[in-house]
């Protein structure tokens, strides 16, 4: 007989081990089927993020920059080191041990709220029915009330560059490299090209990133993208825009590395390379999840069609997170879980999709939220601009982190406010004020009355809530009130 569940989770990644936990901690008798496995071949839950995502990207962004800090800056604050010394597999372990620790953390999460981790690759083959495989390839059916599928994503793959994980590697492989390459490549200047080609070129790489938009970060709005342009391509990022990968060549023995051909506006062009990373984005990973007999409705892209509250056409079948329409954030995928159980008890609970935060973790921080100047001037919204840069912030000199600015926008007439785009030091962190000011309808002027802690960063977001109105403090105010 099948096992049977008020709910079953298909994926345990943020937004399936939300979804799951927050299932059970409201009483359903609930299971997540996750197929998983580590290197050791044990079943590890946290999916993409925890495993080979945001938290190991984010480990050795951190550990390569305290290896630059070092290198090159500790002597600004009369710190000597003598020779500092780069032991890349120490530092890729300790990335493993951060994933290990988290990872482990959501089992024991699933222990304490009760919710029954199950092993293997699941299906929806009926309305209410889940056949899991096994990896030892035996299967079981699992009955549930209700479903939500949160089954992720994966790297796109493109046809002149083939993924080898030797040679060129995606996101992952680019998690793994056992030395620094000497010569790096990278297709796709987006947040994973960024954020990787930041941990190796500080780590000692040459690092050229073929994009093939003429326009650099096209989410930012220009004056903020051509800021964060100026800023990598001093950090030795050599951005190369225009650039549309042809082909690639992967050479063996002496000849060890990679030919990359590509065109840009001057015609065709090669470049030699001893690694290159793939990230041209990633795609749902929704293929085999679903029996065709269901009748699930996926768009063409293979993104499972889903409502504002990501119910799916089927009663009782729900999808989340990066298997659905949005940014593939996991921050977005876990509000989504949770607001699915949330709505199982009649809860109302509504993501707020006008409010995603995002950001890009290089040094500085790139981070946005709500409207930029670019998209209010297209939709004609009258509107002020206040801006502060980080070169007058006591704290920000004070840690010798001046690089990049706070600029925030807000309805002219209301002073609602409707957008904030910071590049600079913990951008994400201080963008969070001003998420939480924007959830709540707060005007330029609520944040300008607020008493912001002295000396910190945040000051920032206070001085350019002033400068909107022209009441700045510490730079000269463009208009006067
Ligand atoms: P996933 O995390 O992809 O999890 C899906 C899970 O479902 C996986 O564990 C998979 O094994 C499992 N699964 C799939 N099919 C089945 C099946 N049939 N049966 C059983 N299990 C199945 N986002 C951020 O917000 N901030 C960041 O800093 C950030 N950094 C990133 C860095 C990198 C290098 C990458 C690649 C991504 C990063 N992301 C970041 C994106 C983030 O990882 C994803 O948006 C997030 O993991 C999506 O969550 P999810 O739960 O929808 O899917
Ligand atoms: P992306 O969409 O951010 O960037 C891909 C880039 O590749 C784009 O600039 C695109 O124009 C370019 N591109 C596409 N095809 C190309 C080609 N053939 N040749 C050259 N350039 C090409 O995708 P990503 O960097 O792979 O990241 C994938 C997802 O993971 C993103 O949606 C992102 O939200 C998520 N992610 C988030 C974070 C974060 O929040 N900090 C970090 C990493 C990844």
Redesign the pocket.
Known sequence: MAKQFDVVV????????HAAIRCAQLGFNTAC????LNKEDKTV??????????I???ALLDSSHKYLEAQKHFADHGIKTGKVELDVPTMIARKEKVVGQLTQGVAGLFKSNKVEGIA????VIAKNKVE?TGHDGKTEELEAKNIII??????IDIPPAPVDQDTIVD??G??EFSEVPKKLGIIGAG??GL??GSVWARLGSEVTILEALDDFLPAVDRHTAKEALKIFSKQGLDIKLGSKVTGSKVGKGAKKGVTVEYTDKDGEQKAQFDKLIV?VG?KP?TA??IDDSVGLELDQRGFVKVDDNCKTNIDGIYA????VRG???????MEE?VMVAERLVDKKVQVNYDLVPS?I?THPEVAWIGKNEDQLKEEGVEYNAGQFPFVVSGRALAAADTDGFVKLLADAKTDRVLGCQIIGPSAADLLQIVAVAMEFSTSAEDLALTMFAHPSLSEAVHEASLALHGHAIHIANRKRR
């Open positions: 298909i994926g345990s990644g943020p937004a399936g081990y089927v996750e197929k998983w839950y946290g999916g993409t993020c925890l495993n080979v995502g945001c190991p990207s984010k293997g690759t699941g299906k899991v949160a089954a992720g994503s994966v790297p996101s992952t680019a998690l947040v994973i954020e990787l990230c990633r990973a085999n999840v989340i997170g990066d298997a940014p593939m954030l996991a921050h977005k995928g879980g950001v973790y």
